[in-house]
């Protein structure tokens, strides 16, 4: 019932930007907060950066001060601003979102992903 598209991935080069754009539909119950983890095949899930309805953000140290995380609780939308990309930044990007389910414990909830290629 709850669905996340992200959207805005593609192929850049070193040093280059894209921004990453997140819509929720469905209802999520108690959303308090939304943000943006990486992939890579055979490794953990990555927290990149998240953003909460008390206009809190957070974000994981290999992305600081590159990355910058918007978040619209009103309108379930999130962002996230990729500058200075690096190679190492090459990744699915998944957006997820927080929210309380219908037993009343903490739910989170996956977007499908959309690949960021950082190239040469």
């Known amino acids: 019932q709850v669905q996340l598209v992200e959207s805005g991935g593609g192929l850049v080069r070193p040093g280059g930007s894209l921004r990453l754009s997140c819509l929720a539909s469905?209802?999520?119950?108690?959303?308090?907060?939304m943000g943006w983890y990486r992939q890579v095949v055979g490794r953990q899930r990555e927290f990149i950066a998240t953003s909460t309805n008390r206009d809190t953000t957070d974000y994981a140290d290999p992305v600081k001060g590159r990355f910058t995380i918007s978040g619209d609780f009103v309108n379930k939308t999130v962002y996230l601003q990729l500058n200075s990309l690096k190679l190492a930044d090459t990744d699915v990007y998944y957006c997820s979102a927080g929210g309380i389910g219908t037993k009343g414990s903490p739910r989170q909830y996956w977007g499908q992903g959309t690949q960021v290629t950082v190239s040469t």
């Open positions: 469905g209802k999520i119950g108690g959303l308090y907060a």
